[in-house]
């Protein structure tokens, strides 16, 4: 095991170097999500601490973000990753860098997916080889790849995780095992509403399965010990399902079938990869071949194979295409956005490829098993060849680091906004204003600059009118409407501003004179600056104007 885990460690630094020398000052990929969840991460975990030492009201506030202000339940908007957030209490804790604990988190990442499938498939296989390859695979990946900027995407190391626990538990009644496999379900829900529904029918089919199948846990501790760990799974969930199902109620928002279609993946996509799927795919076929595939696991090969091509067709979202062209055949997706609560609310239909590369993953690692067992030295070699060069044609390394996003019409974001632990002068003088003092900076709207006024707000601590999230609200898109562009009507900009008392004016941010412009508007207003940093001014606001 720890020497599963030493491998699956050096695999995750390799395949995502440079990461490794720059954890507490950069981010992998770009300033967008990566940047996003930083703040939620930290935001979370300021309240989880409060309440651990005995503020348990700090769990309520935590929905009510200082983003988007004066809406509340603002972190519903989004994610919330209270369980990466936990995870890293020790970090923040110890390091208070909100940078460093995201990396940790997000490399971590690679090193339990590793570890979870090779448990799996040890567990299904007896082969400690066979899951050695399917660790491999399925921490590296292109799927996996593709969504480097999604943590709750690559947190899907909790599902073979607890799918090994519960086959352990199932086999040999043991509580331990349950309560892993336990905590690794409330972990993996607690990380996002899509893991819950994506993963959850996946979970639940396997418990059956093997609860099913297997006999030894059927005693009376058993059975209570099963039924305890149901209630803990539903008593963690049910706090923060809430805040969602509240959010929707008074926004009476709900995903459209356009956006479902744009956040599918096209089944030429599949078809487009699989010279890269090839060396996974020739693992797979092993584990199909009847005379390798031991009667004992034909039950799991037949549950992955059918799991697999659910989760592909459910990725394919409501209208299955090829080449942008639908393509006639029916969108299992749009069964359950019409029927089963919950999923109307989804937007990112690909990700149930979590599900197909998971069966993929354990399959192969099947494959390599039965190779290994009935073609001795020769069947291993050719197990390892094909692992090896699934790892080469798969290889994520070297990432990109920090990149900016574009601003539409504005000058690229200036240095002094670069995410760092020290914050910038200017928020430091944010941070002296009256605890009650409410912020809006400008520009606003561009997600390339409210991202970075997001994770500087957990410098000064101050709520904004700005925010970025997976939705906005409608106060804020009425009033990004007027204060994008606040001179071309001064009287409704000024009326936009009315929650905050403090306007922050980057003046670089422009590729004219407009930051000078809007700072005069200010002033014409009664507006004072009370400080001026690199370019950038805060404005005090005096409502008696």
């Known amino acids: ?146 969504s480097l900027a999604h943590l709750q995407t690559l947190s899907a190391h909790w599902v073979p995780l607890a799918l090994a626990c519960l086959l352990i538990f199932a086999r040999s009644g043991s509580r331990g095992a349950l309560a892993i496999a336990t905590a690794s379900v409330v972990l993996l829900n607690a990380t996002s509403g899509y893991n819950t529904l994506y993963c959850g029918p996946l979970i639940a089919a396997f418990a059956l399965t093997v609860l099913a199948r297997y006999a030894a846990w059927r005693t009376r501790a058993g059975w209570i010990a099963l039924v305890v760990a149901a209630a ?124 197909l590369s998971t069966s993929l993953a354990v399959l192969a690692g099947i494959g390599a098993a039965c190779l290994h067992r009935h073609g001795g030295v020769a069947g291993a070699a050719l197990a390892g060849v094909l692992a090896a060069a699934h790892l080469t044609v798969q290889w994520m390394g070297p990432i990109p680091l920090d990149t900016p996003l574009l601003a539409a019409g504005l000058q690229p974001t200036p240095a002094y906004l670069r995410p760092a632990v020290a914050a910038p002068e200017i928020y430091r003088a944010v941070a002296v204003t009256e605890l009650d003092s409410v912020m809006v900076e400008l520009p606003i709207g561009d997600p390339g600059y409210e991202l970075r006024y997001q994770y500087f707000q957990l410098s000064h601590g101050r709520p904004l009118l700005n925010g970025y999230s997976g939705h906005f609200p409608r106060s804020y898109r009425n009033r990004v409407a007027q204060l994008v562009n606040p001179l071309a009507d001064p009287d409704a900009a000024w009326a936009a501003l009315a929650p905050a008392t403090h306007v922050i004016v980057h003046g670089r941010a422009w590729n004219d004179d407009r930051g000078t412009a809007i700072g005069a508007w200010l002033a014409s207003r009664g507006a004072s600056v009370i400080a001026e940093h690199d370019g950038a001014k805060v404005w005090h606001l005096r409502r008696s104007q």
Do not use: C
């Open 232 to 355: 803990a799974v539903i008593v963690a969930e049910v706090p923060l399902v809430l805040p969602y199902l509240e959010l929707q109620r008074v926004e009476q928002f709900a995903r459209t079938r356009l956006e479902l279609e744009t956040y599918s993946l096209p089944l030429d996509l599949y078809w487009d990869r699989l010279p890269s799927l090839a060396p996974m795919l020739l693992l797979t076929g092993a584990s199909l071949l009847p005379w390798r595939t031991e009667a004992r696991m034909r039950w799991a090969v037949t549950l992955f194979v059918v799991a697999g091509m659910l989760g592909l067709w459910l990725s394919l979202g409501p209208v299955p295409k090829w080449r942008g062209a639908p393509l006639g055949l029916p969108g299992l997706y749009d069964l359950l956005f019409t029927y089963v609560p919950g999923y109307s609310g989804l937007r990112a239909v690909s990700r149930f490829a979590i599900v």
């Open 1 to 146: 095991m720890w020497l599963a885990a030493f491998v699956f460690f050096v695999l995750a630094v390799s395949a995502t170097w440079p990461l490794g020398r720059a954890l507490t000052s950069s981010l992998p990929g770009d300033y967008g999500d990566p940047l996003f969840v930083t703040w939620v991460m930290a935001w979370v975990a300021q309240h989880l601490t409060r309440a651990l030492t005995g503020d348990v009201g700090a769990l309520a506030t935590m929905w009510d973000a200082p983003i988007f202000a004066p809406a509340t339940n603002t972190l519903a908007y989004s994610d919330h990753f209270i369980g990466p957030a936990f995870q890293a209490l020790p970090i923040y804790w110890l390091t208070g860098n909100p940078l460093l604990a995201y990396n940790l988190i997000w490399l971590s990442t690679f090193v339990l997916s590793g570890l979870g499938a090779y448990l799996l498939v040890r567990e299904l296989t007896g082969s400690r080889f066979g899951g050695m390859v399917a660790g491999a695979l399925f921490a590296v990946n292109d799927f996996r790849g593709a």
